[in-house]
């Protein structure tokens, strides 16, 4: 079984920074896109940022300039640096992946998985 596990939310004043991780396990035999969304109370889940495999990244308008999605393929971990954070970036953040797994010699699954959620949240 496939899962993922956040790390490194918190309370944070505007204008500081946090550090988002995510940790993949299982048997996993590769993973595609990684990705962070989040979601606000009353609102949709939103994509904040994703990253291929290769390492082509993608942010929504709203954090570019002020978040960086980082990955590290050997570990199967993807991180989220958020510099500059305003009240507005309050929200639940949840991990998501697209995972590869072996079932066979020839069979290959793929799952699209998400953890747990952290909670951010920025004061005024």
């Known amino acids: 079984q496939v899962q993922l596990v956040e790390s490194g939310g918190g309370l944070v004043q505007a204008g500081g920074f946090l550090r988002l991780s995510c940790a993949a396990s299982?048997?996993?035999?590769?993973?595609?896109?990684m990705a962070w969304y989040r979601q606000a109370p009353g609102k949709q889940r939103d994509l904040v940022a994703a990253?291929?495999?290769?390492?082509?990244?993608n942010y929504a308008d709203s954090v570019k300039g002020r978040f960086t999605i980082s990955r590290d393929n050997a570990k199967n971990t993807v991180n989220l640096q958020m510099n500059s954070l305003k009240p507005e970036d309050t929200a639940v953040y949840y991990c998501?992946?697209?995972?590869?797994?072996?079932?066979?010699?020839?069979?290959?699954?793929?799952?699209?998985?998400w953890g747990q959620g952290t909670q951010v949240t920025v004061s005024s």
């Open positions: 299982g048997s996993i035999f590769s993973i595609n896109v």
């Open positions: 990253i291929t495999a290769g390492g082509i990244t």
């Open positions: 998501n992946a697209d995972v590869v797994v072996r079932r066979s010699t020839l069979t290959y699954t793929s799952y699209n998985i």
